[in-house]
C-alpha cells in the first residue's frame, strides 16, 4: 500500500489494540458501535479526576481550572464542526438525548397542519424523537424513501415531499448501515428553499471526514465523542438564533444563554475533557513536531491523510467481499463510487444468519455487528427484518492485515 498515513504509527496510541483473542491479536471492526480511545483520551480523563475534579462556576483553583478546560473543549468542538463561534456547541450525555431534548423544544414552536420529514436510511435516533414530536405536536411525518439497490437516498421523492408546510427536514450525513454519504448540502439547500430547517445526525460520519457547519448552511449538527476517539460524550450544534431563542426545557438557576441552556444538570466534565483530548489526537496526526499549527487547519489534513487510507482498506476490503460465495454488500459497492460512501461496509451470505456470521467471526478474535444497528427504518425498508446483516466498519487503526483475516475467515465460513 501506498499513503502518507502510517497507521503503524497510530496504532502504538491505542492500548486496546494490543489485545489479543486464543494468541491473535484482537480486530476491531467494531468502530461504527464505538471505536477505541488513544492514550491521551485515557490519561487527560484520569489527569482531570485526580487533578482539578470540580463544579464550574466557582471562584476557587480547581473550579476555575475545570472553567478553563471546558471552554478550550468548546472551542475545540467548534474547530471540529466547522464553526467560529464556540458558544454553539452544547455537550450533552448522547447523540439520542440531545435529539429527544432538541425535538421536544422544536416542536413547541410547531403547529397541526404543519409537516416533518425524516429518511428511511436513518438511525433510529434521528427517526422516532421527530416521530414521537410530531405526534405530540399533531405534525404529519413524512418519510424520504431510498434506493434499495444502492442504498442512496431518494433526492426526487424529497422534493417531492417538501413544501411550505415542511418545518423540518432529519438527515444523517452517512448512513450507520450501508456506509452511503448523503449529499448534506444539496439537501440542505432543498429544504432550506422551502422553507424548512435540516437537522444533521454526524455521528457516523464524524470519524471519516470534516464536518462543515458552516459552509453547509445546518441548522443543527449532532455527533458524538465515543464515534471518533473520545469518551461516552454527545456534541449539538445549532445556529445562534436557534440555540438562543428556541424553548429549551432547563431549570431556573442555570444560565439563559447558549450553550448552558441545553446542557442540562452537572456535565460529564471527565468526558468533556476527554472529548477535547480526542479532537486534539486527530489534529496532531498530521502536525510535525512543535508545530502551533491552528486546529481547524490540522484536523483538515489529518482528515485528508485519513480518508486516503481509509478507502484503501475499502477497495480492498470490496473486492474480496465480491469473491466471497454467497455474499452480498447493502450498499454502493462500484469502486468508481468510492466517495459516495464511507468505509462501513454491511452485508448478507446465504445460508447463513448474520448472528451466525458475527459469532464465526467473534471465535477468531474478530469483533463486528449483526442486526440493524438500530438503523431499523432502512432494515426494514430493505426487508432485512429481523436478521439485518452483518457489519464491518473500517477506522484509520485498521490495517490491510485485518481485512485479509476478516477475507479468510469469511472463506473458511463458506467453504470458498
Ligand atoms: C448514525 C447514528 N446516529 C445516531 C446514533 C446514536 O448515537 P448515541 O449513541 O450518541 O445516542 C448512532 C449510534 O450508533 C449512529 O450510528
Redesign the pocket.
Known sequence: MTTSFDPDFCRKNFPALEREVDGLPAVYFDG??GSQVPRSVIDAMGAYLGGCNANHGGHFLTSRESDAMLAEAHRAAADFMGSADADLVAFGA????LTFALSRALSKTWKPGDEVIVSRSA?D??FSPWVLAAADAGVTVNYVDIRAEDCTLDLDDLAAKLSSRTRLVAI?C???FSGTIHPVEEIIALAHAAGALVYV?A??YAPHAPLEVERWGCDFLVC?A??FFGP?V?LLWGRREWMEELPAYKVRPAENTSPDRWMTGTQNHEGIAGTLAAIDYLADLSRTDGEPADRRAALLRTWELIGEYERLLLRQLLAGLAGVKGLKVWGITDPERERERVPTVSFTIEGYTSAEVDLHLAARGIFAWSGN???QPLSEALGLEPDGALRVGLLHYNTSGEVDRLLAALDELVGG
Not at 94 to 97: L, Q, R, S, V, Y
Open positions: 461504527p458501535a448522547n447523540m439520542t438525548t438511525h435516533a434521528n444523517a452517512a448512513s450507520n445526525d455521528v457516523h458524538s465515543y464515534k461516552h454527545g444497528f438500530y438503523a
